[in-house]
């Protein structure tokens, strides 16, 4: 006979997560920067984000939804002074803010090398007497899924995974940062770099209109306004033609145009794509052979590359293809973000490259660098991964633009419109192939704004890629023009 047993009913106990709090640091510090000695604390941690929630047009709280994780540095002043303050992040999406962090605008820099001359492990960091901070506070902010970001426990992260979200949880970090630290009467600015530019120029149209906050000026580096004009997709021929010059840039890096100055290099590329080379990619077949041969050696010569390459690819030069290409006989491909970098593939002669050189060239030295300071210099600890570039976020929903091109352009025209104290600085890497300058003047050309306007826009220009600042050069000249620009607000 089997044995029996009395059997006890359970219940099975619910928990409900622990109620979220802001785990900020601050800690003291001093550097030597531009004017002197600059005394600053740095705050350093993740800020829950609560929304709003309503069900069935019932008011539920205001519930945690996010952590995200911010750094911000403030500078000891006199009482009664109101210094700038900038809110900075990279794009991406997928990108935490250690870029324009630790590469740029931060009192602290890493040490990478540069092209042809990298660091080696474990790198380094140094003092950044550049640093933004002697003529603005700062404050990084790390969307969600990058960096420290994440949504909170039993939330959903693919909720801010998309252009509108983003934007949105971006914002109200924004606000409340600027809430909590009474700086509502302090100019404002926001610096994005790449898909960071977009979204920059997007939280201005949206800060206003939501919030009533105005900011200052718009800090764009590497900027990508309309999507349509660095998208290689079918019946999209105007990549082809903004992307020639950063093409002509980097084979003149390479020693393609022999002792051509760069600037008489660039003036014939840019003719050559603003009108020729359109023209001709528009007749297709009605070109004739002469005119297409002609269009053929133009478009081999700007670019670096062979005739017989060009005539092969119906005149048509996608972006990773001419990476690939540009130094097959050398059996080196060249950089996306950067096309002074160079790399190795084993297949030479394969069409697209597997690895971006100018990113894993100096992904380390960003990575042990950014790991060591949040915790070793400002005594922030969390055993969760830094997600420096986070794969987490795609696929990234562009929902809003369901059949158009993703742009902000029109945005950025009604902030201006609304705000025309507001300014932008554009900064443009010649050698950077992920977002080509000549797209970027495309774009600010076509920005629908009255003529008056177009005077508050500055556009500066690097011989480097996209984060420009890897170059030494390049960084102390940028430096110096942020500061300019931050200085000069009316």
Known sequence: MAASADKTDESKETTTPAEPVDDLVSTHHTIRAAGGELSYTATTGRVVLREEVHTDGKFDGFKPKAEVFVTSYVADAEPGTTRPVTFAFNGGPGSS????????????????????DLAPPPYGLTDNPETLLAHSDLVFIDPVSTGYSRAVEGGTPGDFHGYKRD?????????????????????????????GTLRAAALAEHLQSRYGLYPNGLLLISSVLDMGTIRFTDGNDLPYA????????????????????????????????????PWALARGARLSDEERAEVVRRVAALAGLSEDYVERANLRIEHIRFFTELLRDRRQTVGRMDGRFTGWEPDAAG??????????????????????????????????????????????????????SVSVVDKLGAAMQANPHLRLHVGCGYTDGATPYFAAEHVLARLPI??????????????????????????LEQSAHLAEFVNARP
């Open 97 to 116: 803010s250690v870029w324009l962090h630790l590469g740029l605008l931060g009192p602290r820099r890493v040490v990478s090398g540069d092209a042809g």
């Open 167 to 195: 934007i949105e949880s971006i914002a109200e970090v924004i606000r409340l940062w600027t809430t909590r630290n009474g700086r509502w009467m302090s100019p404002k600015y926001l610096a994005g770099e790449s898909y």
């Open 242 to 277: 903004l992307y020639l010059p950063t093409y002509a840039a980097i084979a003149h890096h390479h020693g393609k145009h022999g002792d051509r100055p760069l600037r008489e290099v660039l003036d014939e590329a840019e003719e050559f794509a603003a009108k020729d080379y």
């Open 351 to 404: 069409e697209h490259f597997t690895d971006d050189p100018s990113i894993s060239g100096i992904l380390g030295a960003y990575a042990a660098s950014i790991n060591h300071y949040l915790r070793e210099e400002l005594d922030y600890t969390n055993d969760l991964p830094y997600e420096m570039i986070s794969s987490k976020v795609q696929p990234w929903s562009y929902k809003e633009f369901e059949g158009a």
């Open 450 to 475: 009255p003529a008056e306007l177009r005077e508050n826009i500055d556009v500066r220009y690097y011989p480097a890629g996209h984060m420009m600042y890897v170059h030494e050069p390049s960084r």
